[in-house]
């Protein structure tokens, strides 16, 4: 079993940066691959970048070039670091672990970010 749990959401005005973090516990293995989702309200969950355990990057366009993934094996971290921030922006983000990628095997309880003015 592998827990994840975010931290870092918060308020911003557009433009702004966050940066989340999720703190990956139990049996983890640098084989995962791991992701950010999120959830706008009405709208449904989408993946919002992937790490491979090759360290390969993908991201939507959508946050293509403001958005980054990186992760931290020894320490069991998974890190999204968020620029130019838009109202659009604005949802519940979760963090996921497993095989597939986009994986989907494992999730956090979710962090929210807010983009207003």
């Known amino acids: 079993q592998v827990h994840l749990v975010e931290s870092g959401g918060g308020s911003v005005h557009p433009g702004g940066s966050l940066k989340l973090s999720c703190q990956v516990s139990?049996?983890?293995?640098?084989?995962?691959?791991m992701a950010w989702y999120r959830r706008a309200p009405g709208k449904q969950r989408e993946v919002v970048a992937v790490v491979t355990p090759s360290e390969t990057t993908y991201y939507p366009t959508a946050v293509k070039g403001r958005f980054t993934i990186s992760r931290d094996n020894l320490n069991k971290m998974v890190y999204l670091q968020m620029n130019s921030l838009k109202s659009e922006d604005t949802a519940v983000y979760y963090c996921?672990?497993?095989?597939?990628?986009?994986?989907?095997?494992?999730w956090g309880q979710g962090t929210q970010v807010t983009v207003s003015s």
């Open positions: 139990g049996d983890f293995s640098n084989s995962l691959a």
């Open positions: 996921a672990a497993g095989r597939a990628i986009p994986p989907s095997d494992y």
